[in-house]
């Protein structure tokens, strides 16, 4: 059974700091990978999507890694702004139908 | 498109009372998926259909619970004989076979029993 962990859960820093979130899968055997913003009460938004054949994507400040062997991946924001302050979801989509199994998040907090 | 659509945002119900929900996808997506969030949690998958099929059932999809797509267009999400743990956040999300497969969420209904 596919479980996926992210680290740290929660994670408050000063504005401009460059920041790294992890997400770690048990199962090497995923489609994709996606990364999703969530902010309070709402809905999910995608941000990255990297295929199991790739090993990164980039839009803008963000920056997602995928070690597949190993089992990680890795989101990198550069110059942190107070706007980025939300949940941040990892998710890997398996074979069969694509469904996503999700890790519970991490909560980051951009102090201005 | 402007994305994908759920209703209601929000229902507030007493247990024993049913439930509706409605999703609506991105028109030219054959996927559709319904997930339930609860509260410091990541979303749980339920159910999803390709076209009007639908394909897979989590086991946390109780006989309490059916989902339909019956034109392969928009979707429902029924719960019988709702219960206070049922109270979460239900998600839905669309996507196109094939290719990358990047699904799409709708703003999510907050369901609250009472």
């Known amino acids: 059974k596919q479980e996926v962990t992210q680290i740290p859960a929660a994670l408050s820093v000063p504005e401009g700091e460059n920041l790294v979130l992890n997400c770690s899968f048990t199962d090497s055997a995923i489609y994709n990978l996606q990364w999703f913003r969530q902010d309070p009460g709402k809905g999910l938004t995608s941000l990255l999507l990297?295929?199991?054949?790739?090993r990164e994507q980039t839009s803008g400040r963000l920056n997602a890694s995928l070690d597949k062997s190993s089992g990680r991946s890795t989101l990198y924001i550069a110059a942190s702004q107070p706007g980025d302050s939300a949940t941040y979801l990892c998710a890997v989509s398996v074979w069969n139908g694509n469904k996503l199994v999700f890790g519970a998040g991490t909560i980051l907090r951009v102090k201005s | 498109d402007t994305g994908v659509s759920q209703d209601p945002r929000h229902k507030i119900t007493k247990r024993g009372q049913n439930v509706t929900f409605r999703c609506d996808p991105i028109s030219e997506h054959n996927r559709l998926y319904w997930y339930r969030q609860t509260l410091g949690q990541g979303p749980e998958f339920l159910t999803y259909?390709?076209?009007?099929?639908?394909?897979?059932k989590s086991r946390l999809l109780s006989d309490r619970f059916s989902a339909e797509r019956p034109k392969g267009s928009f979707s429902t999400l029924e719960i019988q004989r709702t219960e206070q743990g049922d109270s979460a956040m239900y998600l839905c999300a669309s996507s196109l076979s094939g290719g990358n497969n990047e699904q799409f969420f709708g703003p999510g209904t907050r369901l609250t029993v009472l």
């Open positions: 259909f390709q076209n009007e099929a639908q394909l897979e």
């Open positions: 990297i295929q199991s054949s790739q």
